[in-house]
C-alpha cells in the first residue's frame, strides 16, 4: 500500500466477512491505514478476535456488528443502523462469502441453488440498496466487493460458484452504470486468485495450503482501491503476486 498509514484517517470502512480469511485482514489493514472500522460477520467470537488484532496494532476498537448476510431483514438494517449510530460510510468491503456445493449440475437440488443466489447475488443487492445511500454520500466513497475466476471460466463441478459470481458481478457493475454523472463513489470488483482460507481448505483438500498466497499478502492491495484519489471504476482487479 502506498501512502502514509494516515491515508484512511477520520474515513469509515465496512468489512463483511471480518471474523477470518481475507476479511479479518483487510480489516486489520484498513484499520492501520486509520479508517474507523466496523466489522460484520455471523460469529461473535471471531469478530471478537480481530477486534484484538486492531488493538494491538492500532491501540483503537472497532464497531462489531454480528450479522448473518442472510437474514435479508436484518441486512437491511444495516445502513440506517450505521446511518444512526456513526452518521457516515466511506468504504464497504465484501469479503463474506459461501463455498457453496461442488457437484455437477445434474445432482444439485433447488434448495442448494436458493441458497447459493440469496448467499452470493441477492446479498450483494441488498447491501448496495442499504449502504448505496450513505456511499453515494461520502466525498469520496469506495467499494470493493470480491469475485472469484469462476465467474468468467467456469470448470467442470463449479457451475453453482460460477453462475452466482457472475450474477454477483453483473449487479456491481449495473450499479456503476446507474451512478449519477460525476459522483465520485468508485466501485470495482477483486479476484485475490488462490489464497490460503477456510474456503479455498473446503473446495480443495488435497492442495497444499503452503503453496498459497497469505491473506495478509492480500489486503494491502484491497486497501488501495479504499484510497481517495484517482481509482479505477467497474474494473476487475486481479491481485498479482509479482506486485
Known amino acids: 500500500m502506498t501512502g502514509s498509514v494516515t491515508d484512511l484517517t477520520g474515513r469509515v470502512a465496512l468489512i463483511t466477512g471480518a471474523s477470518r480469511g ?17 466489522l460484520t460477520a455471523r460469529a461473535q467470537g471471531g469478530l471478537e478476535h480481530t477486534d484484538d488484532l486492531i488493538r494491538q496494532h492500532t491501540g483503537q476498537n472497532a464497531t462489531l456488528l454480528p450479522l448473518d448476510l442472510l437474514d435479508g431483514e436484518k441486512l437491511d438494517t444495516l445502513g440506517p443502523s450505521i446511518a444512526a449510530r456513526i452518521g457516515r460510510l466511506d468504504c464497504v ?22 441458497r447459493g443466489l440469496q448467499a452470493g447475488p441477492l446479498t450483494t443487492w ?3 440498496r442499504t449502504l448505496g445511500p ?11 466487493f470480491l469475485t472469484d475466476h469462476h465467474a468468467q471460466v467456469p470448470e467442470p463441478f463449479w457451475g453453482l460458484v460460477a453462475a452466482t459470481r457472475a450474477a454477483q458481478d453483473a449487479i456491481v457493475r449495473t450499479w456503476v452504470r446507474e451512478l449519477p454523472q ?12 488462490m489464497v490460503a482460507t477456510r474456503l479455498r481448505r473446503l473446495a480443495m483438500p488435497a492442495l497444499d495450503q ?30 498479482d503476486v509479482e506486485t
Do not use: Y
Open 134 to 144: 450513505l456511499l453515494e454520500h461520502s466525498p469520496a466513497g469506495r467499494a470493493v
Open 182 to 193: 460525476g459522483s465520485p463513489l468508485r466501485i470495482n470488483l477483486f479476484e485475490p486468485g
Open 22 to 38: 481475507i476479511g479479518r485482514a483487510v480489516a486489520v489493514a484498513l484499520a492501520q491505514a486509520g479508517a474507523q472500522c466496523i
Open 210 to 239: 503452503k503453496s498459497l498466497t497469505l491473506p495478509e499478502a492480500i489486503a494491502p492491495r484491497i486497501v488501495s482501491l479504499c484510497l481517495p484519489g484517482p481509482q479505477p471504476q467497474g474494473g476487475c482487479i486481479h491481485f
Open 93 to 114: 468491503v465484501h469479503c463474506a462469502g459461501e463455498l457453496g456445493l461442488l457437484s455437477p449440475l445434474s445432482h444439485m437440488q433447488p434448495g442448494d441453488w436458493e
Open 126 to 128: 441488498r447491501l448496495i
